[in-house]
């Protein structure tokens, strides 16, 4: 089992920025493509990025092209989302997920982490 712990969400003013960052402990995931995905309250959970176990692939949701940058450590086990010029509709409470697939234009994943809130204010 792999447990995954996000830390650095926040309020932040728009057009600001925020690094998230999410440890993996219990395994290795240097085999897992990773990604984020958010949720706000009352809307349906949202893909928002994806990385290979390599970190040579990414991708990304419409809405934080451009705006938002995954990365990876293999060797620390931890993923990061990098999220510039933040709007106020990128407020939702943001998880960290392993064994990330994305078959026929929908993302799933194997583990999630509790999950870290991101607030936008206007």
């Known amino acids: 089992q792999v447990q995954l712990v996000e830390s650095g969400g926040g309020l932040v003013q728009a057009g600001g920025s925020l690094r998230l960052s999410c440890t993996a402990s219990g395994r290795t995931l240097s085999n897992s493509a990773m990604g984020w995905f958010r949720q706000a309250p009352g809307k349906e959970r949202e893909f928002v990025a994806a990385i290979s176990p390599n970190g040579g692939s990414t991708v990304y949701a419409d809405s934080v092209k451009g705006r938002f940058a995954i990365s990876r450590d293999n060797v620390k086990n931890t993923v990061s989302l990098e999220m510039k010029s933040l709007k106020p509709e990128d407020t939702a409470l943001y998880h960290c997920?392993?064994?990330?697939?994305?078959?026929?234009?929908?993302?799933?994943?194997?583990?999630w982490g509790q999950g870290t809130q991101v607030t936008v204010s206007s």
């Open positions: 997920a392993a064994d990330v697939r994305i078959v026929g234009g929908r993302a799933d994943f194997g583990s």
